[in-house]
């Protein structure tokens, strides 16, 4: 279990930030190219000096039928290696979400999951981890209601999907064609963040110069974090896309920089 001693504040500033993550992540499960192992080894490796990682545990199927129907379940199931893969990805967006309760974290998991509905899936994704860790806090009585950033690239179409129904969530997908615009928009959707108990942002750094997206520079994804965490200190951010490799690790840490920023 995670022990949230070891991370906690010091004089004013977060030592370290909680980062659920597990060597399952470099699993080379069945996806495409670019969704590749390398992503969470050199993003596990450029974070070192300023994370606490932390084991998730595989989220239970009654947990992903609280978003996902049998049906999609079934479908994952049959291999083997990705089920229990996306599992422990979901395990370690929930871990985040309860360790949010008390301090900001940042879930490096793998597969991604914005892209998986109710009862369909794709662009990568199984299980939409940021719902079910949401819906597992609301269950349990944690949370009343919660907000969803979404910053990646392409729309979170399996959030959406999941969540529209839901009065006890708000989902705000934040889009431009300019990094101006964008910054703009992700202050703008933060604007009532005050009112939810807690705030889970799905992070794709696709978004990035370099990346598909080509819109955003690495300090963008400090000031971005250092916005969302200032605004409402239970926080969590877990992991979406970022294709870029070789830039991929400096823009994580640039985005947990500002989380720690936010917390002076």
């Known amino acids: 279990m995670f022990d949230i001693g070891r991370a906690l504040w010091f004089k004013g500033v977060m030592k370290k930030i909680p980062v659920p993550y597990s060597e399952d992540f470099l699993t080379d499960y069945r996806t495409v190219d670019c969704e590749n192992p390398e992503r969470a080894w050199i993003i596990q490796s450029a974070i070192r ?5 932390c084991e998730p545990s595989l989220c239970s199927r009654s947990d992903l039928l609280l ?3 049998e049906s999609l379940i079934n479908s994952v199931e049959i291999d083997a290696e990705v089920y229990s893969v996306a599992r ?3 395990g370690g967006a929930i871990m985040a979400a309860e360790i949010a309760l008390k301090q900001p974290s940042f879930a490096l ?3 991604p999951g914005h892209h998986a509905g109710r009862n369909f899936n794709g662009g990568f994704c199984f299980f939409n981890n940021m719902t079910i860790a949401l819906y597992v806090l609301l269950s349990k009585g944690l949370i009343r209601n919660a907000l969803i950033i979404d910053i990646d690239l392409h729309y979170g179409n399996g959030t959406e999907d999941i969540v529209k129904d839901n009065p006890q969530i708000m989902f705000r997908n934040i889009h431009a064609f300019q990094r ?3 910054l703009k928009k992700v202050e703008s959707a933060l604007s009532d963040a005050t ?3 807690i705030i889970g942002c799905s992070a794709g750094f696709d978004t990035y110069v370099h990346d598909w997206g080509g819109i955003l520079l690495t300090d963008d994804y400090c000031e971005i974090a250092r916005m969302i965490t200032s605004a409402n200190p239970h ?3 877990i992991l979406e896309g970022g294709y870029y490799i070789s830039d ?5 840490v640039s985005y947990l920089k500002g989380i720690q920023e936010a917390c002076l």
């Open 49 to 53: 000096e300023i994370a606490d990682f």
């Open 67 to 69: 978003c996902h129907t």
């Open 88 to 90: 422990r990805a979901a």
């Open 109 to 111: 998991i793998r597969p």
């Open 180 to 182: 101006e615009e964008f």
């Open 195 to 197: 009112s939810y108990d």
């Open 235 to 237: 926080t969590f951010t």
């Open 248 to 252: 991929l690790g400096k823009n994580v």
